[in-house]
């Protein structure tokens, strides 16, 4: 076993495929990086029951996830394929768009294979093994949410032939990344970027500070978003199966629609919203007072 790394990514240098998956080396991990993973993974434990969905909390025990050091990816492929169909396949880190979505479109999730360094052990800004398996991989045994991944990853494909990206980017990020589920126990976290965070898992929930918008395709194409602070505001969905529905129509005459419109700042609201909540941002002007 390799004694802990001070490099952030210790992937940084290694052979890649054509398609950018690499060899996982599970055997070099350290054993501060499987202690790493545990503790994050202890955290959640206790933090996502009655906040996350209760897809992505069964599937945490069906994928067999669990505080026992940073998963294979190989076998924790054998058990979700017997799911979905779907396999987890390492990578370095952030891969191109045109790589990415041909993964997604033939159901492979690239998940980086590195795990964060202890200085960055509460947030990092780029997605590490404990971001993209503990955070994505769950809802990927989920049929119909697995199933929206896939026309996700078909759509990106043509959206990167009609220079529209920027447009689906935000329905990732809004979506996949820091959604919210509306259930008839309220509010429940199915973003992988909330449920592999502590903190934002509490704050997408409870706190006062962000809206909360019935999603809607157009207006979260048109809507910026931050990559290093919790989310302003958060879009909610009724089911997967509005969300996959939604996926399947064409979007052509969405991206056409966007064109003539200007972008929406990530705070605001606008008339047609359909808001749950409408927040006070007293957490995000507390911060830019103090600058």
């Known amino acids: 076993m390799a004694t802990d790394v001070q490099q952030k990514n210790r992937y940084s240098n290694a052979d890649k495929n054509s398609d950018y998956t690499i060899d996982q080396a599970w055997d070099t991990y350290s054993i501060a990086e499987h202690n790493r993973w545990d503790r994050l993974f202890e955290c959640q434990k206790k933090v996502l029951p009655g906040r996350a969905c209760d897809a992505f909390l069964k599937a945490m025990e069906s994928l067999e996830l669990s505080e026992q050091g940073i998963p294979h990816m190989g076998k924790l492929s054998d058990r979700l394929e017997k799911m979905t169909g779907w396999s987890v396949v390492p990578v370095a880190d952030l891969v191109p768009d045109d790589v990415f979505f041909d993964h997604l479109a033939n159901k492979r999730f690239p998940a980086g294979a590195f795990i964060r360094p202890e200085k960055e052990f509460e947030y990092l800004q780029e997605p590490d093994v404990f971001h993209d398996v503990f955070g994505h991989v769950p809802l990927l045994a989920e049929p119909v949410f697995a199933e929206f991944m896939e026309a996700y990853g078909k759509g990106g494909q043509r959206a990167l032939k009609l220079g529209q990206l920027p447009n689906l980017a935000r329905l990732y990020w809004y979506t996949v990344e820091f959604g919210l589920l509306q259930t008839d126990d309220g509010l429940r976290i199915y973003g992988a970027g909330i449920a592999s965070s502590p903190n934002e898992s509490v704050f ?30 958060y879009f909610v969905i009724d089911s997967f199966e509005t969300l996959l529905e939604a996926c399947y129509q064409d979007f052509g005459d969405l991206y056409a629609a966007t064109k003539s419109l200007e972008a929406i700042e990530a705070h605001d609201l606008i008339e047609t919203d359909q808001v749950l909540h409408r927040g006070t941002l007293n957490y995000f002007k507390s911060k830019k007072d103090a600058v």
Do not use: A
């Open 204 to 233: 997408s929930l409870e706190d006062f500070s962000p809206n909360r918008v019935m999603l809607d395709l157009e207006r979260v194409m048109r809507t910026k978003y931050i990559i290093d602070d919790y989310q302003q505001t």
